[in-house]
């Protein structure tokens, strides 16, 4: 079976430090910025997803090594490897792979983390079960775990199944950061394109409080007329 140690020495000899340096400066390292501290090998996205298919042998002890990393590259393989562990386990094992990923948040740590993952392993497992761990976490003071409960529900939208999306929005109206806002409205957005009557409903109800973002977001596919009559606050 695939170990943590041989992945690692793939991933090495995959880094470019000039793609670090990129990285880093894209996903906002620097002190006070969101993704501060993190540290990069510089390897991007379609070398993961093809290193990863070699690796469908991976259990969740190998994801968790990698899940601990300070490199976020390995952290967002270890992901990789655990939607292809959860999509081929029995019920048991997804359970586990679901309670490592909640128990892995502050390892989870930065947008790009949250999305590829969150939709496919949160909210696949929460398909058919109780949803109150997504309200939980649309309270939390860590930033990634709110994200995370938004997002989560993109797998709901799939299914016509907009009530929990509602429903988060609606707690995180008011959220503070950015990254927030962008996650919040696109979401609503995604609504729309399924139900728009289930967005209007929403926003008719809240539009003139969202943070500005938000409401950019959400109305991105809107016809221009319509779009700037929520702008100017004449629905």
């Known amino acids: 079976m695939t170990t ?10 995959l880094a470019s430090p000039e793609t670090a340096t990129l990285l880093q400066c894209f996903f906002k390292t620097g002190p006070g910025q969101y993704g501060a501290g993190d540290v990069f090998l510089g390897i991007k996205v379609p070398p993961l997803r093809a290193l990863a298919k070699q690796h469908a042998d991976a259990g969740l002890d190998t994801v968790a090594a990698l899940l601990d990393s300070r490199y976020h590259e390995e952290r967002f393989f270890a992901l990789l490897l655990l939607m292809q562990f959860y999509q081929r386990a029995l019920a048991e094992d997804q359970s586990a792979a679901f309670d490592l990923y909640l128990g892995s948040t502050h390892r989870i740590n930065n947008w790009d983390l949250v999305d590829v993952s969150a939709p496919r392993i949160v909210g696949r497992h929460l398909q058919d ?26 797998w709901f939208i799939r299914l016509d199944d907009f009530d929990d999306t509602l429903r988060i929005a609606a707690i995180l109206l008011q959220d503070e950061h950015d990254l927030m806002h962008k996650a919040v409205g696109w979401m609503l957005r995604e609504v729309g394109k399924r139900d728009p009557a289930a967005e209007e409903g929403f926003l008719k109800l809240h539009y003139r409080s969202m943070p500005r973002t938000m409401l950019r977001y959400a109305i991105e596919r809107f016809p221009e007329s319509k779009r700037k009559n929520y702008l100017l606050g004449k629905v």
């Open 4 to 13: 943590a140690s041989t992945i690692q020495k793939q991933l090495r000899a």
């Open 129 to 154: 079960r109780p949803r109150k761990i997504l309200h939980k976490l649309a309270r939390s003071p860590l930033l990634w775990e709110r994200r995370i409960a938004i997002l989560s529900t993109a």
